[in-house]
């Protein structure tokens, strides 16, 4: 029995999420079904970190055991010729037996993309989320550095969150403006239900000007989701990098400013 590990990008736009359910189209089922034609045998994955309906990934990262032989690349090449044109596997590696996708990762980490443009956008519209009105990123910027740390984001969970524990170490947070494009970067050891979405609700507040900056400290303080604002739609969310130890010497992920559409347009 070998254990593969994965690299996995998707435009979740059609998709219920990563998980597989009875009644909706989950990434998960998708890959689960052309890896086993692959191998010749049901295979079972596991991934780093669940995405909601609506958000994409350049780097989720998956295992699953498998008792066939074969190259990474005939994984690879063998799925994504069954694969849906909207999900691919970048990459697929032996691991130790030890390693697991979602409890051998050390941080995960986000990026939310806005396009700010009195325009309606086309092209970007199931790839990021759009605000007519300006946004003032050094004011989302300054404000965002009160989450840094070992917070109770309580705040910042949705109703449904099964976690244990509202506590998460978030290690950074940027606001960079590119253009006409926005984005929110994100590192943590994890992330509760809607956590990045909810961040970033709170930051356009700020970014809007209808909220002063030390108003997220106040809301994170609260620990309570009432006052937090407006969840962040999914679209313009994405899954850029899951970091493990480096004995397990993984593919790096893609760098996030290239890896978009609305990236690249930025």
Known sequence: MARIALGIEYDGTAFSGWQAQSHATGVQSAVESALSSVADHAVAVTAAGRTDAGVHATYQVAHFDTTAARTGRAWVLGANSLLRPDVSLLWAEQVPPEFHARFSAEARSYRYVIRNTAARPSLDRDRACWLREPLDAGLMQGAAQALVGVHDFSSFRAAECQSHTPIRRLESISVERHGSLLTIDV?????????VRNIAGVLIAVGRGKRAGDWVGEVLEARDRRLGGVTAP??????????YPAEYTLPAPPQPATSTLAARRG
Request: charged share 5%; net charge positive; proline share 5%.
């Open 234 to 243: 999914p679209q313009g969310l994405y899954l850029v990098g899951v970091r």
């Open 187 to 195: 590192t943590a050891n994890a992330f509760l239900h809607h956590m």
